[in-house]
């Protein structure tokens, strides 16, 4: 695919000189990577049961990083200081259980592993685990148990990746329903361990609205409820326990699901807003008459912009004669301001009378604040845009540019004071910085709540000159949660905290929050088998000191 | 008959006739006269360059000539990026619809039971009576008439160039509050002025809801951005929502800058007053609550060569009640369109980013869970606040450009022996040489220059250029004889309203108070540096310890924390910059952490410690004030009226010679400086009237520290005291 306008974009907003390059480095070789730290008895152990394993280096780097930006830094220009000794490939509930059980049994610590798409530092080894680090690739656990036609609910295997779910259910008519930007690679354990939110949520609503019941392999052993049934009232639920757990707790190893028929018809579309805030004013509108259709996002004039320089290459001079008229239509006609404009992107679902009506009565709200329907293909774009970026995030690493996304939910009077002032935070920090370009910085609203929304911020700069880019991105994203947390906006929305929020939870949750959260870690895992150290440093039992 | 009413208010009249169209015949010989004289004040023009420095001249030097032109010059000044444009009424009705004002009236209505339409009809016309209407019509009129206005009065104004820049850019990121000293009714103007011929965009402005009720002048400065406060509305919950949402949503929208004055009125002492933080703290809630990621204060310090106001400020702190604004008046007032009153310098701060500024002292996040209509400061923010407007005060004293006339009018109100005849008394009688006065006035502007004064100080000419052409513009004040000898002017034509005043005393401390005004220009720089001289030259024995020294100095700065603004934080830090800066002038010799006493009494020490004296003498009377009558509570009124009373009798037996004492602000001050050091107490009444109570233990403690440093009259004294006591006071009580 060719992206000729991509090059102009790059040059306008960071000013990088496409000379100047910096290639990855060679791969790492088993001399690049620490060496495995080996508990003998527990290999033994192991090996004698038969499960599935490698102590390969490769196979070992692979499960030492999500994609967070400093991993990929330190898998293109820098090194590892700790990766997993061992991974294996348990390949049911039953091999998970024996795994955990040997884990506990000779101290050595499990990170489990899905899709490895967490930007949170979630899978990186604490560097001071002195333990054998187990790495528990679910990806052979991928199968689907059941499928209740009837109750609409399926059952699968934690290690089953978005797509694959997709896919499976779709030949059976069916779907799940949920899909995060990283759902071609993520997985259903993933998910739950991170409360993952979906793109059409509206409709399926999210993680925590989609799982029955989850099955928890802990080191006490398997934690489940007794039945199917769709809501219970037996003390505090302990899904939530295990929801957002981020791998602290035990491995989650199967799901039920609710499933839902296949949507009769998918449409895109898009409507364009003379300025942000008429955006957000439509969103909040459409929120308060709860008629969101599937997904509906907004983003920012930069981001619009940017997603413009995406188009791909047209060789048709008709359809760039249109894109001419549209924009002169917009703009002269409409009185758009080329440079305050943004835009919303839509999917509609269901039956076609359905979607007929919803787009109406989209379309008839966008109005009110000015926006103008446009068209089916500048919304496919938008969503195809989502799915691009991790890979555009590479392309610049290798012209000097970082990128990174950052996210949170908000109450609804404060969405657009959020986007302008955390904006503003991340280029007055590069600034302060010593940055000769202003940054790329963009957000758009992505989720609607009755209550809020969740906003989702890119952004980007060109490190020529920053002794330590990585250093610099990391104190530029902190002031920036900052900048959300004193904006009224919470810690994450979907991401969730895994090492780089951790010094912001006692601030979110209260002191007495984390200590309810230490005493289930105790309880479900007093040796701290499950040592990715996410959330919080778990407390240390005394007995150990 | 009280001659200086402020003739800014007559440039708003005549323009208030021009807007309403009545009567232009006026406005037409104003202007006609303006345009055939081409001005009176071109003749010193040599003093008055284009360019000094980094200060620009903006009203006689200006790339376009015509005053036509220029006020109807194509004028883009920077505007807010995320201002969503709206005409100046709608300011009012987004300020009616607002959250706040809608739950404060649901609020209201359950509290007392009063309708829901009623409150909403009052927050109308609340509403109604504040708001500003900014026009862009409005301001072009002014830029013209007040170009020919005060080219006949000014010649020059001057506005530092080096941070406008910046500002510029600013204002189109973020929202801006200017905070301009207020020494004068002609700020104001001056500001909306200064923005408009520097592209700046134009303020909106609180003013003091007094101007309102004048005819005309009202509307027509509305239309030049003011938006009127009331002085008093202390517990009206209604009026203080809307002020406050009012100024909020500006600041919020950034339809333009706010512009306010932190010391809430003007300071007719001509020094800074304790910040007010009403109009602060509610501009910068918008911040607080993360609705804008930053607000820059813009501190400015304005300085007049010579003020409009100088003999009323001298009255009025007589106390003599300052005139109504009125219509008027202003047309009384029309005289003061002749005469030369200097430069007028403008100087703009680096602006202050209230984001770096409150970054490590505040957490915002604690608003995150009450609705964004609920206001409440957290203990921090408040604390913030106030630091935050002692540093713009501090900003604007530091970036004020002082006139040679300050160092004139500090020189001639010293006294030359104690007990003795003083400068003042002689330069009326024998007046002084021109010589001596330059050689004095050098000496003091090297002081000055040494301990951070910034001075208008025009290079290339003699101290003695310099000094005549000061000389010229405050020829009211002084004369100067063929003989090249100065001479204070009598003050004739005194008509005292102040029953504890007569004429000859009235007319005495008029012209030292006068004088006095402007020595008070200079004071902040000195104002650390006097302190010390004051312990120093007070001291009996041969040599002070730095730790008495601090003590002393702690003390000094506790008792005259309301008459000057000082840093609590930064004593330490104070302390230790003026001793280092009196040590490299030689001012004091120091000897293994003592300082010795002898060498350290010379010119500087003495000059400066006799600059402060007339502080602490007043503080000293009012301490025997209260100590003689025992009473059990205090109206503050009382106190600084009985003190003024006994100031005049111990003035005219000789016993004091400074005049300025009978300023009542100087008064107020002390009675609140002693408040500060626990020797006069707060309380309530039984009524519920607040009163105040004299705790003599402390307050004698208090007056033998000052009467250790300063002279004052013997305890042989004391018997004359009572009797003099007896006959002013025996007439009030």
């Known amino acids: 695919m060719v992206l000729p306008l991509l090059k102009d974009w790059m040059l306008n907003n960071f000013n990088v000189n496409l000379d100047y390059v910096r290639p990855a480095q060679p791969e790492f070789s088993a001399a690049d990577l620490p060496s495995p730290v080996i508990n003998k008895p527990f290999l033994e152990?192991?090996?004698?049961?038969?499960?599935?394993?490698?102590?390969?280096?490769?196979?070992?780097?692979?499960?030492?990083?999500?994609?967070?930006?400093?991993?990929?830094?330190?898998?293109?220009?820098?090194?590892?200081?700790?990766?997993?000794d061992l991974v294996a490939w348990p390949t049911s509930q039953v091999e998970v259980m024996q795994m955990v059980q040997l884990a506990n049994k000779h101290n050595v610590v499990i990170i489990p592993f899905g899709g490895g798409t967490s930007v949170t530092q979630a899978l990186e080894?604490?560097?001071?685990?002195?333990?054998?680090?187990?790495?528990?690739?679910?990806?052979?656990?991928?199968?689907?148990?059941?499928?209740?036609?009837?109750?609409l609910t399926a059952c699968l295997e934690s290690g089953v990746t978005g797509k694959e779910i997709e896919q499976r259910l779709a030949s059976r008519g069916f779907c799940l329903g949920h899909e995060p930007d990283s759902y071609e690679f993520s997985t259903l354990g993933g998910w739950v361990a991170t409360r993952a939110s979906g793109m059409k949520k509206n409709i399926y609503g999210n993680i925590e609205d989609l799982v029955v019941l989850v099955r928890t392999v802990t080191t006490r052993g398997l934690l489940e409820k007794s039945c199917n049934a769709p809501r219970t009232s037996s003390g505090p639920d302990l899904h939530h326990a295990i929801l957002g757990s981020e791998g602290t707790l035990g491995v989650v190893t199967e799901v039920v699901v609710k499933i839902r028929p296949l949507p009769e018809c998918q449409k895109y579309g898009s409507v364009v807003f003379p300025c942000f805030q008429d955006g957000v004013s439509c969103l909040r509108e459409v929120a308060r008459q709860r008629c969101a259709p599937a997904s509906i996002r907004l983003v920012d004039n930069e981001q619009f912009v940017f997603g413009q320089a995406l188009k791909p290459e047209n060789?048709?001079?008709?359809?760039?004669?249109?894109?001419?008229?549209?924009k002169a239509y917009l703009t002269r006609w409409k009185g758009f301001d080329i440079n305050k404009m943004c835009v919303a992107t839509l999917v509609f679902e269901g039956t076609l009378k359905e979607v007929e009506a919803q787009e109406k009565r989209v379309y008839e709200t966008a109005g009110k604040f000015g926006g103008l329907p446009a068209g089916e293909e500048n919304g496919e774009r938008g969503y195809f845009l989502t799915y691009l970026i991790a890979y555009?995030?590479?392309?610049?690493?290798?012209?000097?540019?970082?990128?990174?996304?950052?996210?949170?939910?908000?109450p609804w009077d404060r969405v657009t004071d959020l986007c302008h002032n955390v904006k503003d935070r991340l280029r007055r920090e590069c600034k302060a910085m010593g940055m000769q370009h202003e940054p790329f910085a963009s957000c758009r609203v992505t989720q609607l709540y009755d209550a809020g929304a969740c906003v989702y911020f890119y952004f980007a700069f060109c490190?020529?000159?920053?002794?330590?880019?990585?250093?610099?991105?990391?104190?530029?994203?902190?002031?920036?949660?900052?900048?959300?947390?004193?904006?009224?906006?919470?810690?994450?929305?979907?991401?969730?905290?895994?090492?780089?929020?951790?010094?912001?939870?006692?601030?979110?949750?209260?002191?007495?929050?984390?200590?309810?959260?230490?005493?289930?870690?105790?309880?479900?895992?007093?040796?701290?088998?499950?040592?990715?150290?996410?959330?919080?440093?778990?407390?240390?039992?005394?007995?150990?000191? | 008959?009280?001659?200086?009413?402020?003739?800014?208010?007559?440039?708003?009249?005549?323009?208030?006739?021009?807007?309403?169209?009545?009567?232009?015949?006026?406005?037409?010989?104003?202007?006609?006269?303006?345009?055939?004289?081409?001005?009176?004040?071109?003749?010193?023009?040599?003093?008055?360059?284009?360019?000094?420095?980094?200060?620009?001249?903006?009203?006689?030097?200006?790339?376009?000539?015509?005053?036509?032109?220029?006020?109807?010059?194509?004028y883009t000044p920077p505007q807010y990026r995320y201002c969503s444009p709206r005409r100046p009424i709608d300011v009012g009705t987004a300020v009616l619809a607002s959250p706040i004002i809608r739950h404060t009236v649901l609020q209201l209505s359950e509290e007392d039971g009063s309708s829901v339409e009623r409150l909403e009809q009052e927050a109308e016309a609340i509403v109604k009576e504040m708001g500003?209407?900014?026009?862009?019509?409005?301001?072009?009129?002014?830029?013209?008439?007040?170009?020919?206005?005060?080219?006949?009065?000014?010649?020059?104004?001057?506005?530092?160039?080096?941070?406008?820049?910046?500002l510029q850019g600013l204002c189109k990121d973020y929202p801006v509050l200017l905070l301009p000293s207020h020494r004068s009714y002609m700020d104001f103007l001056l500001m909306s002025y200064v923005c408009f011929a520097v592209n700046l965009p134009v303020p909106v402005i609180t003013a003091g809801a007094d101007f309102m009720?004048?005819?005309?002048?009202?509307?027509?400065?509305?239309?030049?951005?003011a938006f009127f406060i009331r002085r008093q509305f202390g517990s009206d919950k209604l009026y203080w929502a809307i002020f406050t949402e009012y100024v909020q949503s500006l600041v919020r929208n950034g339809d333009a800058p706010v512009e306010f004055f932190l010391e809430g009125t003007r300071s007719r002492a001509q020094k800074s007053m304790g910040p007010k933080l009403g109009c602060l703290s509610a501009a910068l809630e918008p911040y607080f609550k993360g609705e804008v990621a930053d607000i820059y204060v813009v501190p400015i310090g304005i300085s007049y060569d010579r003020l409009l106001e100088e003999t009323l400020y001298a009255y009025e702190l007589l106390g003599v009640p300052k005139p109504k604004e009125s219509t008027s008046g202003l047309l009384k007032a029309r005289h003061v369109l002749s005469g030369d009153y200097g430069n007028i310098h403008v100087s703009f701060n680096a602006p202050i980013s209230v984001h770096e500024y409150f970054r490590a002292g505040v957490d915002r996040s604690v608003h995150a869970t009450l609705p964004r209509y609920m206001s409440s400061h957290s203990v921090e923010e408040v604390a913030c606040t106030q630091s935050l407007a002692v540093d713009v005060l501090l900003q604007q004293q530091k970036a004020i450009v002082l006139s040679p006339w300050s160092l004139v009018a500090a020189i001639l109100l010293q006294h030359s022996q104690p007990g003795g005849m003083g400068v003042a008394e002689r330069s009326q009688l024998e007046g002084v040489g021109v010589a001596e006065l330059a050689e004095e006035v050098h000496w003091l502007k090297l002081q000055l220059e040494n301990f951070g004064g910034r001075i208008n100080w025009p290079g290339g000419y003699t101290t003695e250029a310099i000094l005549m052409d000061t000389l010229t513009v405050h020829s009211d004040l002084v004369s100067v004889s063929n003989e090249n000898r100065v001479y204070l002017k009598h003050v004739d034509d005194v008509k005292s309203k102040n029953a504890a005043l007569d004429p000859v005393t009235m007319a005495t401390a008029v012209r030292h108070l006068t004088l006095a005004l402007y020595r008070n220009q200079l004071l902040h720089v000195f104002q650390n540096l006097g302190l010390v001289a004051l312990v120093v030259t007070g001291s009996q024995e041969n040599e002070i310890s730095l730790e008495d020294l601090y003590k002393k100095f702690m003390f000094l700065r506790n008792l005259l924390c309301k008459d000057f603004i000082f840093r609590p934080c930064d004593v330490e830090k104070d302390f230790n910059g003026v001793l280092l800066g009196m040590k490299h002038t030689n001012a004091i010799v120091q000897e293994n952490n003592h300082i010795l006493v002898a060498p350290s009494v010379n010119k500087c020490t003495v000059f400066m410690s006799r600059m402060f004296e007339p502080f602490l003498v007043a503080y000293w009377v009012l301490c025997q004030f209260l100590l003689t009558h025992n009473r059990a509570s205090w109206k503050i009124r009382d106190i600084i009226e009985g003190t003024q009373g006994l100031e005049a009798a111990m003035l005219n037996h000789g016993m004091l010679h400074h005049y300025e004492i009978l300023s009542l602000e100087l008064l107020s001050n002390a009675v609140n400086g002693l408040i500060h050091c626990g020797a006069i107490c707060r309380e309530k009444a039984a009524n519920g009237n607040p009163s105040l109570l004299a705790k003599p233990f402390e307050l004698s403690k208090v007056a033998t520290e000052i009467a250790s440093m300063v002279t004052v009259p013997t305890c042989d004294d004391a018997a004359a005291y009572v009797k003099i006591l007896a006959v002013p006071l025996s007439a009030k009580l």
């Not at chain 2, 409005?138 to 104004?157: D, E, G, P, T």
Request: net charge positive.
């Open chain 2, 132 to 166: 500003h209407d900014l026009g862009m019509g409005a301001i072009r009129l002014f830029a013209f008439v007040l170009s020919k206005a005060w080219r006949r009065i000014y010649k020059a104004i001057y506005v530092n160039s080096e941070h406008l820049t910046k």
């Open chain 2, 1 to 74: 008959m009280i001659r200086a009413i402020p003739s800014s208010k007559f440039f708003l009249h005549v323009c208030a006739k021009q807007s309403a169209g009545w009567v232009l015949g006026d406005f037409c010989r104003l202007v006609a006269l303006q345009l055939c004289s081409s001005g009176s004040i071109r003749r010193a023009m040599s003093f008055s360059p284009k360019r000094k420095g980094t200060y620009e001249e903006i009203l006689h030097h200006r790339s376009q000539q015509s005053d036509v032109g220029w006020s109807l010059r194509s």
């Open chain 1, 315 to 326: 060789n048709s001079l008709v359809q760039s004669f249109l894109d001419g008229i549209k």
């Open chain 2, 213 to 225: 009720s004048m005819k005309g002048v009202g509307s027509l400065l509305r239309k030049s951005g």
């Open chain 1, 45 to 84: 152990d192991l090996q004698t049961s038969g499960l599935e394993h490698s102590l390969d280096c490769h196979d070992r780097l692979f499960r030492a990083h999500g994609h967070t930006l400093n991993e990929i830094w330190a898998l293109r220009e820098g090194s590892f200081n700790r990766i997993p």
């Open chain 1, 392 to 410: 555009i995030r590479d392309m610049g690493l290798q012209y000097g540019i970082i990128a990174e996304s950052f996210e949170t939910s908000i």
């Open chain 1, 125 to 151: 080894c604490p560097s001071t685990e002195t333990r054998m680090i187990i790495s528990l690739d679910t990806s052979q656990m991928h199968k689907i148990l059941w499928l209740d036609e009837e109750n």
């Open chain 1, 463 to 545: 490190i020529r000159g920053l002794s330590d880019p990585v250093k610099a991105y990391e104190e530029i994203e902190s002031a920036a949660r900052d900048e959300i947390l004193a904006c009224g906006g919470s810690i994450s929305h979907h991401h969730g905290i895994g090492k780089i929020r951790k010094k912001w939870l006692k601030q979110s949750i209260s002191g007495v929050g984390v200590d309810v959260l230490q005493s289930i870690k105790r309880t479900l895992d007093p040796q701290n088998i499950f040592g990715n150290g996410n959330l919080f440093d778990a407390a240390v039992p005394i007995s150990k000191l």
